[in-house]
């Protein structure tokens, strides 16, 4: 640490979830319903796309959803979560493009925004 109380490493930088320059990845291939531990990741689904689930995340949480798939699929407002479009402010399910990619941002417990390539 400098005076400025800037930190300079020689070596890789990371915590649980692996170096702090990369963004891990959690691949499904089937209908997925997020998990406490997927933010901070990004989350890519081949099919059954994924649902946002009530109380599970907390304020500043982030997940990044990829459709790694040649179809549209789509990301459910579980009961209890309210989705906010970045883009208008409409609240529901989402539909993600073919090869979209979508970033969730939690304000709280129960209500994200989001936003991203691909989505309706």
Excluded at 44 to 57: C, R
Excluded at 83 to 89: C, F, T
Aim: proline share 2%; aromatic share 6%; no cysteine.
């Amino acid at each position: 640490l400098d005076t400025s109380q800037n930190a300079t490493f020689a070596g890789t930088v990371s915590d649980s979830k692996g170096d702090l320059r990369d963004i891990p990845k959690n691949s499904k291939t089937s209908a997925y319903t997020l998990i406490a531990s997927d933010a901070g990741k990004l989350v890519d689904n081949q099919s059954g796309g994924w649902t946002v689930p009530n109380s599970v995340f907390s304020a500043g949480k982030a997940i990044t959803l990829l459709n790694n798939s040649a179809s549209d699929q789509t990301i459910t407002q579980g009961s209890g979560v309210t989705i906010y479009n970045a883009a208008d402010g409409t609240t529901g399910n989402r539909t993600l493009a073919t090869r979209g990619m979508a970033t969730l941002y939690f304000v709280n417990a129960s209500e994200a925004y989001i936003s991203g390539a691909g989505l309706t």
